[in-house]
């Protein structure tokens, strides 16, 4: 179940989030679509960064560990302020 890998994977990054103060939870898989959704919490969550942690690190690394997903999203995100950094 494809839940249960990123579920894993998740287990994987969070050290390396909470080692800089901040986390992030699991809210909801699309097995349909392959979309992840995660918050950030903590530092991580008012981290100015963390759109660039979240595509280029998680998404990444989630992409590469679990078959099917195709997108990270952060739940509560602004959607304003997300497209500004593309």
Do not use: Y
Not at 44 to 67: H, Y
Request: with cysteine.
């Amino acid at each position: 179940m494809m839940r249960d890998q990123v579920m894993e994977a998740i287990e994987a990054i969070r050290p390396v989030l909470q080692s800089d103060g901040g986390d992030m939870s699991l809210v909801g898989v699309d097995e349909e679509t392959g979309v992840v959704e995660v918050e950030l919490v903590g530092a991580c969550g008012s981290c100015p960064a963390s759109t660039m942690t979240l595509k280029a690190g998680i998404e990444r690394i989630l992409k590469d560990r679990v078959p099917g997903v195709t997108a990270v999203h952060s739940v509560g995100e602004e959607p304003e302020l997300f497209n500004l950094t593309h």
